[in-house]
């Protein structure tokens, strides 16, 4: 994922028509040069979402049109949802940052002792990322993620002592979705639903409405079905399902202070510190961060076997956009950056 080069600025007196067509144009055009099965895609401008595009087919065998109800897979678009979750838990005052995961689950090696709630959400935890094929493919369902984390990783060593380094991690939110389990006594899912119910668990035992087909390039060329998978080894962190307008107004409603405090929401996006006292400049808790120009923004990418998903977030400015489709290894990135352009307007 690369971030965009371009420095944004108040977009002066360009209307809601004026950057829409062009977007609109834009995402055709690289829609149909890459093929994509299903696009879609919301544009924030001023705190407002200006313009909601969805192309393609979210069922290539059925023909079923993509449209703006169209829910995708996250994948680790699912990570600021649940920091924006657990930070919700904090303020109930079911959790707090530094508890210690035994705290919760006991059971765990004393190792991690240390592996506080904050170092999960940072990635400063040293748990594991996934070891191979095997554990991306995983067709296991897991009834809860306090047995997914049993079973997969907390046998395995820590990479590092807590709190030393910075290791990106799945897995580590998968931890955290267990503990949120023992903290309220219910399953992740019923965690969820109760506090950010537009999104939703990709959970292929359930029926779920209007959830797209996910697809991969076939070596012939054009695309074929992903393979399966179970995201019940990672729905905090890779497996949940959303529109990409519930996306971007969940952006905007954090932002706003409507789900999480302003307090909170300064603590949740304040860069972290290594045991050293080192800052780490991309990390916060669950978001990646960076600045142009005098402007903060706050951005996530996702990629897995049926999708690919970007979004960037300048809350400073109100202006964002929000990219989701159905396969694996469309190039999001430039499109991204030229949509972020177009919003900045003429220099």
């Known amino acids: ?74 994948a680790s678009l699912s990570k600021p949802v649940s920091a924006v979750l657990t930070m919700k838990l904090v303020e109930e005052g079911k959790i707090a940052l530094g508890d210690s995961v035994r705290k919760f689950m006991p059971a765990l090696p004393a190792e991690y002792e240390a592996v506080t709630v904050r170092r999960l959400l940072s990635h400063q935890s040293g748990i594991r990322e996934y070891s191979g094929l095997d554990e991306v493919f995983s067709t296991r369902h897991y009834a809860s993620l306090e047995e997914a984390a049993s079973s997969i990783f907390v046998k395995s060593p820590l990479l590092f002592e807590p709190g030393t ?6 897995y580590g939110y998968t931890l955290l979705g267990a503990v949120l389990e023992r903290a309220t006594g219910q399953p992740f899912r019923q965690i969820l639903g109760a506090r950010l119910p537009k999104f939703a668990l990709d959970d292929f035992e359930v029926l779920t409405p209007d959830r797209v087909r996910p697809y991969r390039k076939a070596s012939s060329g054009g695309w074929e079905n992903a393979p399966p998978f179970d995201a019940s080894n990672k729905y905090p962190g890779g497996g949940m399902i959303s529109t990409a307008a519930d996306y971007a107004d969940f952006l905007i409603q954090v932002s706003s202070g409507r789900i ?88």
């Open 1 to 74: 994922m690369r971030v965009p080069t371009i420095a944004l600025a108040l977009m002066g007196s360009l209307t809601a028509a004026d950057l829409c067509g062009p977007i609109a144009s834009l995402v055709r055009a690289e829609w149909q040069k890459q093929a994509i099965p299903a696009i879609s895609l919301t544009v924030i401008r001023d705190n407002q979402i200006i313009c909601s595009i969805a192309l393609g087919l979210a069922d290539l065998e059925q023909g079923v049109p993509n449209t703006a109800k169209s829910r995708h897979r996250l």
């Open 165 to 170: 380094k910075t290791a990106y991690t799945t």
């Open 260 to 347: 999480i405090r302003p307090n909170t929401i300064d603590e949740m996006w304040t860069r972290q510190k290594l045991t050293d006292g080192t800052v780490v400049p991309f990390a916060t808790l669950g978001w990646a961060t960076g600045t142009r120009g005098t402007h903060r923004f706050f951005t996530h990418g996702g990629l897995q076997p049926g999708t690919t998903a970007i979004m960037h977030w300048f809350p400073d400015l109100g202006v964002g956009c929000v990219i989701l489709c159905n396969a694996e290894g469309p190039d999001l990135d430039v499109l991204e950056e030229r949509i972020l352009a177009i919003l900045e307007g003429p220099k």
